[in-house]
């Protein structure tokens, strides 16, 4: 799903495990989990988390109202582009002029805890940005409010490499909230346990993230189980959205009104010990929508194409996702139940499931483009060979987006709430 997507767990785990297609998150320690789903005979997962976790933390002073030591130095790993970048996790400012991703970075030989970057990029200048956060974390996600005030992110402590460590560091994971401009940063307080995929409402007054369970030592990935939950940044109630559903895997999540979520996920646990009758039943879709409150299981939605997955919706509410009709493609259902089509480009080399294909996608909120990070087949996890790109939905051209390098990056003070005016 979301990449096997742990979405999240640590350069460590930065892909976290998740569970079905997409990626996981990564943080302290990097780990290479694979997965295969076998679904009517069609190999459909394969894992790439990794954690990173080094000795250290900062954050306490961050919370404490002292400015923190940041991201000011770059790590000195290659980021040519035509060796491969690590791009994750993407978003688009509401403006449609804007990305927000991340990049992780991974050389043993230079350092062998990697580390993630938080960046900003603007379209038309083609400038980069990058955010000092605090050091002693990895950041696995971040994603824009819907009016682009805020951005909310997911992090683990850097702690050790061994397993015990990124199981440790997956329990210490957090959600922080900062404003647009790098003010504003703090820990929202919440129960300690694996939470990662952070979004905002559409009023900006909750966050919405995943929340899993620690699997036994020894698996092969750190957590599954996930599950939707929303805090109140006014209150500091913090609880479950919906469910419990106990997905083995999660990608994206996007609220399409304050009580209603359209999610990315697979593998309900309910269905584990029959999930290839589910997946034909429902012909492999990993998209729902769930509302506030539910506690039945939803059917999958989207089911028209084999293999639906990485849902978005634009403000009019064309549906956007990926999946197979034959080959891999891009689709948009509209509001009518009209569904385009674009396969993926043969410039990009082959696409399917188990090569290259979208790593992470999400629709301009004014239905122009979709942003997207797309993975090269063949490519093992820690060569990072991920781009960006953008395909134009009015003409049907898809754009290649030529990055500058880490070094080139324009630096994004970040001071802690405290400290920052109202």
């Known amino acids: 799903m979301r990449h096997a997507r742990l979405h999240g767990l640590i350069l460590l785990g930065v892909e976290e495990m998740g569970c079905s297609r997409k990626r996981k998150e990564t943080h302290p320690f990097i780990f290479i989990w694979q997965r295969v789903f076998k679904a009517i005979g069609i190999l459909v997962v394969v894992l790439l988390p990794m954690a990173i976790l080094a000795i250290g933390g900062c954050m306490n002073s961050a919370q404490s109202g002292q400015t923190t030591p940041n991201h000011s130095e770059i790590s000195p790993l290659e980021t040519d582009p035509a060796k491969g970048r690590d791009f994750r996790d993407i978003s688009v400012h509401p403006n449609g002029e804007e990305l927000l991703f991340t990049e992780c970075v991974y050389d043993p030989k230079v350092e062998p805890t990697g580390d993630c970057y938080v960046l900003r990029y603007r379209l038309a200048t083609k400038s980069l940005y990058r955010y000092a956060l605090p050091t002693g974390y990895v950041y696995q996600t971040a994603s824009l409010s819907p009016h682009g005030h805020f951005i909310v992110l997911s992090r683990v402590p850097k702690i050790g490499i061994s397993e015990d460590a990124v ?34 409402s559409d009023d900006e007054t909750r966050v919405a993230y995943w929340r899993s369970t620690l699997r036994p030592p020894g698996s092969k990935t750190f957590s599954s189980h996930f599950d939707v939950w929303e805090v109140d940044l006014k209150t500091g109630q913090d609880r479950l959205f919906a469910g419990q559903f106990k997905f083995f895997d999660r990608s994206g999540l996007q609220y399409l009104s304050q009580d209603e979520m359209l999610v990315g996920a697979d ?52 549906l956007y996702f990926q999946g197979q009709r034959p080959g891999i493609s891009l689709f948009r259902k509209d509001r009518h139940g009209e569904i385009q089509q674009w396969g993926w480009p043969v410039r990009y ?31 093992l996890a820690r060569d990072a060979k991920r781009r ?18 880490l070094q080139a990056s324009q630096l994004i003070p970040v001071t802690a709430a405290e400290l920052s005016s109202n």
């Open 388 to 405: 960006l790109g953008l395909l134009i939905t009015q003409t049907s051209e898809w754009r290649d987006l030529n990055i500058p390098a």
């Open 167 to 200: 199981r440790q560091a997956h329990d210490q994971s957090e959600i922080v909230h900062m404003k647009v401009d790098g003010t504003g940063f703090r820990v929202v307080p919440l129960a300690k346990g694996y939470k990662v995929g952070p979004i905002m």
């Open 349 to 379: 080399g082959p696409g399917d499931w188990g090569g290259g294909g979208w790593y992470d996608l999400v629709a301009d909120p004014g239905g122009s483009f979709i942003a997207f990070v797309y993975k090269i087949k063949g490519t």
């Open 267 to 318: 593998g309900p646990s309910q269905y584990a010990q029959a999930i290839s009758k589910y997946w034909a039943k429902y012909n492999r879709s990993a998209i729902y929508r769930i509302a506030r409150g539910m506690r039945a299981l939803p059917e999958p939605t989207l089911t028209e194409v084999e293999g639906a997955q990485y849902p978005s919706s634009d403000r009019a509410g064309n």
